[in-house]
């Protein structure tokens, strides 16, 4: 499968404890976004690279929350001392750069559920 | 601040009936519009876009400025359309970030 990957596709963890999730996108995609989903909503940005900067956060994303690109490539989101309303699916989603609004290509997610 | 709603959560026909999922969008400038589909168990992937102009797997979705609406249609549900759908829209710019709507079931029944 070529397409975007993101790991471990589920976690479990208990209250305060930090996570991390690791989004690797397709390769020529320059863009990276984050996105959380809960039950019953839409998926809501988190946060967006291009490249390796990291050009826009969401108002989502507490302090808690950070996100890194290091080399362009992968993307990791960790999450430290986790709450319950921090269960939520995690996804990951990589586009490439050109005029217009290019296509968007999702992960499966990783579902985050913390005890 | 750019919104987009969904009006229903689930919509249910028989197979061979009309569908039309419905989409209001708010945003001060020119969006671009978006379906984005969700088969059980895959990962959410792009249907259409209204730049595009075209009809994918015979659907189509027209968007109405007057109206701020990019409702999608199909004439005839298959059972294999059966998924979720989410309206998105997205600022021309830099950032493609997308805003979605809550998403609807949609359910074709044989």
């Known amino acids: 499968d070529t397409g975007v990957s993101q790991n471990p596709r589920h976690k479990i963890t208990k209250r305060g404890q930090n996570v991390t999730f690791r989004c690797d996108p397709i390769s020529e995609h320059n863009r990276l976004y984050w996105y959380r989903q809960t039950l019953g909503q839409g998926p809501e940005f988190l946060t967006y690279f291009q490249n390796e900067a990291q050009l826009e956060k969401s108002r989502l994303l507490s302090d808690r929350f950070s996100a890194e690109r290091p080399k362009g490539s992968f993307s990791t989101l960790e999450i430290q001392r986790t709450e319950q309303g921090d269960s939520a699916m995690y996804l990951c989603a990589s586009s490439s750069q050109g005029t217009g609004v290019a296509e968007a290509f999702f992960g499966q997610g990783t579902r985050l559920t913390v005890v | 601040a750019q919104r987009v709603t969904q009006p229903e959560k689930l919509l249910s026909v028989f197979k061979g009936a009309p569908v039309e999922l419905k989409c209001n969008y708010s945003y001060s400038g020119s969006p671009e519009l978006f379906w984005y589909v969700q088969y059980s168990r895959q990962r959410l992937q792009l249907l259409l876009r209204h730049i595009s102009r075209e009809s994918i797997k015979g659907f189509t979705a027209d968007l109405n400025k007057g109206e701020t609406s990019f409702h999608l249609k199909k004439p005839f549900a298959q059972e294999e359309d059966s998924a979720m759908y989410y309206c998105?829209?997205?600022?021309?710019?830099?950032?493609?970030?997308?805003?979605f709507g809550k998403g609807i079931t949609l359910s074709v029944r044989p």
């Open positions: 998105a829209l997205s600022k021309t710019g830099a950032n493609s970030k997308l805003t």
